[in-house]
C-alpha cells in the first residue's frame, strides 16, 4: 500500500548518494591526526575547560529571586 516501489518523482543522484555514505560512514572512518585532535578536543579539553569554569564560580553567583522581607542589597 505505502510501499516506495512506485516513485512519483526521480531521485536525485547525488542525494542518494549522500544518503548511503551517510548510512555507512563507521565503513569509511579512518583515525587521522585531523580526527584524534577533534576527537580529543570535544571528549577531553571542552569538558575540562568547563568543569574548570563551573569550580571558579561555583557558589560566586545567588540566582533566587527576591522575596517578601529580603534586603535589596547583596553584601
Do not use: C
Amino acid at each position: 500500500m505505502a510501499g516506495l516501489e512506485h516513485y512519483k518523482l526521480a531521485q536525485d543522484p547525488a542525494f542518494v548518494r549522500l544518503s548511503n555514505m551517510t548510512n555507512n560512514r563507521y565503513k569509511y572512518f579512518r583515525w587521522t591526526p585531523r580526527t584524534a585532535r577533534i576527537t580529543f578536543a570535544y571528549m577531553v579539553a571542552v569538558p575540562a575547560i568547563i568543569g574548570y569554569i563551573a569550580y571558579k564560580t561555583d557558589g560566586k553567583y545567588d540566582f533566587r529571586a527576591k522575596r517578601r522581607g529580603d534586603d535589596m542589597r547583596e553584601f
